[in-house]
């Protein structure tokens, strides 16, 4: 989300500070409307990198999106295009059977895809369906036939994990010194622009419910506590997804709460 112009605030982008003491990369370099993937950040990352090795300078890849790390050391699927119809069929069967069958029904085409995409990831799941429906091959075999863009001797990997209920208080705080910050002004600006609620920069934390009490339709508290609580959720699926699929990552974790 960090890659959206729009949301300086509410996704904690590196401040004036920040950049003037070492270069950033890839941070606000994409309007709300567009739609950024794994795979068209993953060629934009490749170019940066690139550059910063040129320079015999270090780079530190940064971010709590594992995919995206993921996407780095083993590769992103090349998958051929999806027909149309395919991606209309994943999205009606989804749509008839709700989340817990579907995932049931991808289980049978793909069922390590189905084990690893997240609750509530709509659309991971529905993409995972739809390659197999358009190639007959499970997007998971499509993945483990690929070459990452970082060799395995070429990066370390390290995983900060503060003590869960110190993570969810700083979780609480930040909220609220997001809306001290002027998050309410960012959300209100990037409403008016009337985007597909779709698109993944509308999805991001806090842009629902305080769009919501700009509207009217939730009060301030209501607003914060609805995005305190988002933001505990997604810190607490962060924690779940580096420890399952990272485990042979070192870890920086806090001594005391």
């Known amino acids: 989300m960090q890659v959206y112009g729009d949301l300086r605030i509410l996704t904690a982008r590196p401040n004036e500070t920040d950049t003037a003491r070492v270069p950033h990369h890839l941070f606000g370099v994409?309007?709300?409307a567009e739609a950024w993937s794994v795979g068209r950040w993953l060629g934009a990352a490749r170019g940066v990198l690139a550059d910063i090795a040129a320079r015999r300078r270090p780079a530190f890849v940064v971010g709590g999106t594992g995919l995206y790390f993921r996407a780095l050391t083993?590769?992103?699927?090349?998958?051929?295009?999806i027909p149309a119809v395919a991606r209309a069929e994943s999205q009606s069967l989804y749509d008839d059977l709700g989340e817990t069958d579907f995932r049931a029904r991808l289980a049978t085409a793909d069922a390590a895809a189905a084990a690893r995409i997240a609750p509530g990831d709509?659309?991971?799941?529905?993409?995972?369906?739809?390659?197999?429906?358009?190639?007959?091959?499970?997007?998971?075999?499509?993945q483990a036939a690929t070459t990452p863009t970082?060799?395995?001797?070429t990066w370390r990997g390290l995983v900060l994990e503060p003590h869960r209920a110190a993570l969810y208080d700083r979780c609480d705080s930040r909220l609220v010194a997001m809306i001290d910050h002027g998050a309410?002004?960012?959300?209100?600006?990037?409403?008016?622009?009337?985007?597909?609620?779709?698109?993944?920069?509308?999805?991001?934390?806090?842009?629902?419910?305080f769009a919501a009490q700009l509207?009217?339709?939730?009060?301030?508290?209501?607003?914060?506590?609805?995005a305190q609580a988002d933001t505990r959720h997604y810190a607490k699926r962060q924690l779940t997804w580096f420890r399952n699929q990272t485990p042979d990552w070192p870890?920086?974790?806090a001594a005391t709460p």
Not at 74 to 81: C, I, N, R, S
């Open 30 to 32: 994409a309007d709300a």
């Open 74 to 81: 083993h590769g992103l699927a090349e998958t051929p295009q």
């Open 122 to 142: 709509r659309q991971r799941l529905t993409r995972a369906l739809e390659v197999h429906l358009a190639t007959g091959r499970s997007l998971s075999d499509w």
């Open 150 to 153: 970082l060799p395995a001797a």
């Open 184 to 209: 309410l002004d960012e959300v209100a600006r990037l409403a008016a622009r009337d985007l597909d609620p779709r698109l993944p920069a509308m999805k991001a934390l806090g842009v629902v419910p």
């Open 215 to 226: 509207k009217g339709e939730l009060s301030p508290a209501a607003a914060l506590t609805q």
């Open 251 to 253: 870890r920086a974790m």
